[in-house]
T-cell receptor
């Protein structure tokens, strides 16, 4: 069964460093998303991506964040200068259309020290 | 702004019991509602998607209902098993923002 794949599963980084989280969405899907979940809190939307551009972003997704689809299969989230409060589980998701079932990856646990 | 609430926050039941998890949302103008399962430290597994035009969806021992006008959905789990222990998340799609999640119900099924 097709699935969304995320790497790495866990990343530890020092405050101020850049990190890139990687995702391979389901191959025929057209919409891609990043969400995050701070420990003990709700899953929060960060950004959606369609047709090679950002379609929506939340207030959390400020200038420190960027997304890219560098080739036909990968979808990345970059955090330029990490802060302690960026520590969270980051989930990538994809869907065939905006209003169809979203499939999530297993997440990358980011720990900023 | 859409808000999603799930009650109860935690639930513990003996194996074999039927149970209902509740989800409510403040803005009834939704396109669909999706139920997910999350195991500790893991990703989200999609369980059921209900479109706004539907009243319910079934998958195995799971049945989800939707009452859009009252802003409510329920997830019914029949004959619960210890393997059903997880956090169950409800999320709604309203068209203006991708999925808005509730905080989840943590379910423990005791053997």
């Amino acid at each position: 069964e097709p699935e969304v794949t995320q790497t790495p599963s866990h990343q530890v980084t020092q405050m101020g460093q850049e990190v890139i989280l990687r995702c391979v969405p389901i191959s025929n899907h057209l919409y891609f998303y990043w969400y995050r979940q701070i420990l003990g809190q709700k899953v929060e939307f960060l950004v959606s991506f369609y047709n090679n551009e950002i379609s929506e972003k939340s207030e959390i997704f400020d200038d420190q964040f960027s997304v890219e689809r560098p080739d036909g299969s990968n979808f990345t989230l970059k955090i330029r200068s990490t802060k302690l409060e960026d520590s969270a589980m980051y989930f990538c998701a994809s869907s065939l259309a905006a209003n169809t079932e979203a499939f999530f990856g297993q997440g990358t646990r980011l720990t900023v020290v | 702004k859409q808000e999603v609430t799930q009650i109860p926050a935690a639930l513990s039941v003996p194996e074999g019991e039927n149970l209902v998890l509740n989800c409510s949302f403040t803005d009834s103008a939704i396109y669909n509602l999706q139920w997910f399962r999350q195991d500790p430290g893991k990703g989200l597994t999609s369980l059921l998607l209900i479109q706004s035009s539907q009243r319910e969806q079934t998958s195995g021992r799971l049945n989800a209902s939707l009452d859009k006008s009252s802003g409510r959905s329920t997830l019914y789990i029949a004959a619960s098993q210890p393997g059903d222990s997880a956090t169950y998340l409800c999320a709604v799609y309203s068209g203006n923002t991708p999925l808005v999640f509730g905080k989840g119900t943590r379910l423990s099924v005791i053997a």
